[in-house]
C-alpha cells in the first residue's frame, strides 16, 4: 500500500512568491496532519483535520498560512506570500482516527525560500 | 496544556551498549505518551504507545519504554543498540479522546558508534 505522499519534495522559492505544498493521504484514514519541522522549534503542527474538518488550527502562524482538505484524498498547505523564516520541512502525516491513533507520516516537503 | 521535554539533545552509544532516552511530560489527566524515531531525511514512524494498562510498553525493532507516573516520566529503553538504530527520537503526549494535537518533544538525536 502506498503511504502518506507529499509533492514537491523540495521547493526552493523566493521571498514573497505562492508556495502551495501537496498531500494525498492513505486511503481510508480519516485525520490528516501538517506539520512544521525546523531546528530551532522542533517538530510543531500547524493544523489537524479530521473528516476534512479542520480541528485544530491554532498552530497556523499568521494570515500567510492558509490549509485545505476538500475531500478525503488531498489537502493542501499554502502560504501566500513566502517569507525566509518560512524555511522548513513540512510534514504530511494521516491516521485512521484522531490525533492519538498511529499517525503515518510522509516524507516532507523541504521549502527553502530566498 | 501538556507538553514534554526531552533532556537530551545528542547521546553516542557504542553498538551493543544499552540505550536510554529520557522523556518528562506535563500533563493534568492521564496522558496518551509516543515514542517516534525519524530517520535521516525521512519521515517519523511509531515506535510504541502507552494508553492504559501494563506501564511497560513493548514496540517494535526491540524498542520498550516505561510510564513511571510519580515521576512523569515516560522513558524509551533499549537492551543492545544496532547501528541502524542512529536516528532522531521524539517523544510526544497527547489527551485522552484524541480530538486534541499530539504535543511532540525536541527530539534526541541518537549516534551510534562501531
Known amino acids: 500500500d502506498a503511504g502518506v505522499i507529499q509533492s514537491p519534495r523540495h521547493e526552493v522559492t523566493e521571498m514573497g512568491q505562492e508556495v502551495t505544498l501537496r498531500c494525498k493521504p492513505i486511503?481510508?484514514?480519516?485525520?490528516l496532519f501538517w506539520y512544521r519541522q525546523t531546528m530551532m522549534r522542533g517538530l510543531e503542527l500547524l493544523i489537524y483535520?479530521?473528516?476534512?474538518?479542520?480541528?485544530?488550527d491554532s498552530g497556523m502562524p499568521e494570515d500567510r498560512f492558509s490549509a485545505k482538505m476538500p475531500n478525503a484524498s488531498f489537502s493542501t498547505l499554502k502560504i501566500q506570500p513566502s517569507e525566509p523564516r518560512d524555511s522548513a520541512v513540512y510534514f504530511c502525516?494521516?491516521?485512521?482516527?484522531?490525533?492519538?491513533?498511529?499517525?503515518?507520516f510522509g516524507p516532507g516537503t523541504r521549502l527553502t525560500v530566498l | 496544556a501538556q507538553s514534554v521535554t526531552q533532556p537530551d539533545i545528542h547521546i553516542t552509544v557504542s553498538e551493543g551498549a544499552s540505550l536510554e532516552l529520557r522523556c518528562n511530560y506535563s500533563?493534568?489527566?492521564?496522558?496518551?505518551l509516543f515514542w517516534y524515531v525519524q530517520s535521516p531525511g525521512q519521515g517519523l514512524q511509531l515506535l510504541l504507545k502507552y494508553f492504559s494498562g501494563d506501564t511497560l510498553v513493548q514496540g517494535i525493532k526491540g524498542f520498550e519504554a516505561e510510564f513511571k507516573r510519580s515521576q512523569s516520566s515516560f522513558n524509551l529503553r533499549k537492551p543492545s543498540v544496532h547501528w541502524s538504530d542512529a536516528a532522531e527520537y521524539f517523544c510526544?503526549?497527547?489527551?485522552?479522546?484524541?480530538?486534541?494535537?499530539?504535543?511532540f518533544g525536541k527530539g534526541t538525536k541518537l549516534t551510534v558508534n562501531p
Open positions: 510526544a503526549v497527547g489527551a485522552e479522546g484524541g480530538s486534541e494535537k499530539l504535543v
Open positions: 483535520f479530521n473528516n476534512n474538518v479542520p480541528i485544530d
Open positions: 486511503s481510508g484514514h480519516n485525520s
Open positions: 500533563y493534568g489527566a492521564t496522558p496518551y
Open positions: 502525516a494521516s491516521s485512521k482516527g484522531l490525533a492519538t491513533d498511529t499517525q503515518y
